[in-house]
């Protein structure tokens, strides 16, 4: 019979590597562990970016009058770079062309009314059209 041969070092030479007696006898971790640990960090950096976000934006915005001054009342993209916006300031109606590092005065109005939003009948209808077109008889 052939006698067993331990799987771990004699007590006696620990002291001489201690890091790999420290390595054997320190327990493992789970797997369950690590991964809980991780998603709860990175939980952690998620609510604090979020956080920080919604207080950047409390703190930059416009206060008492200031914050009622100015609006934007329409814009529409005239070219890749460019739109022409019209902005509402008190009682008076700018349109401004507004381009990459310019912007500039177009014209100056009295406030005016805004005209009602199509209703989606009167939008153009894809879906309608396209079913009109299919129904109608073909000429042959």
Same mark, same amino acid.
């Given at each position: 019979?052939? $006698?067993?041969? $331990?799987?771990?070092?004699?007590?006696?030479?620990?002291?001489?590597?201690?890091? @790999?007696?420290?390595?054997?006898?320190? $327990?493992?971790?789970?797997?369950?562990?690590?991964?809980?640990?991780?998603?709860?960090?990175?939980?952690? +950096?998620?609510?604090?970016?979020?956080?920080?976000?919604?207080?950047?934006?409390?703190?930059?915005?416009?206060?008492?009058?200031?914050?009622?001054?100015?609006?934007?009342?329409?814009?529409?993209?005239?070219?890749?770079?460019?739109?022409? +916006?019209?902005?509402?300031?008190?009682?008076?109606? @700018? +349109?401004?062309?507004?381009? $990459?590092?310019?912007?500039?005065? @177009?014209?100056?109005?009295?406030?005016?009314?805004?005209?009602?939003?199509?209703?989606?009948?009167?939008?153009?209808?894809?879906?309608?059209?396209?079913?009109?077109?299919?129904?109608?008889?073909?000429?042959?």
């Amino acid at each position: 019979m052939v $006698p067993a041969v $331990p799987n771990r070092f004699p007590i006696a030479l620990a002291p001489l590597l201690p890091g @790999l007696a420290h390595a054997q006898t320190a $327990p493992s971790q789970d797997l369950g562990g690590s991964i809980f640990q991780l998603l709860f960090g990175l939980l952690v +950096v998620i609510v604090v970016l979020i956080a920080s976000l919604w207080l950047l934006k409390r703190l930059s915005a416009p206060r008492g009058e200031a914050a009622g001054l100015m609006r934007v009342v329409a814009g529409t993209a005239v070219g890749a770079r460019e739109r022409v +916006v019209i902005l509402e300031v008190g009682t008076t109606w @700018l +349109v401004l062309g507004v381009a $990459p590092g310019r912007v500039t005065a @177009l014209a100056e109005m009295p406030r005016g009314n805004l005209p009602a939003a199509p209703t989606p009948s009167q939008s153009k209808d894809f879906a309608g059209r396209l079913r009109q077109m299919l129904d109608r008889p073909h000429a042959s």
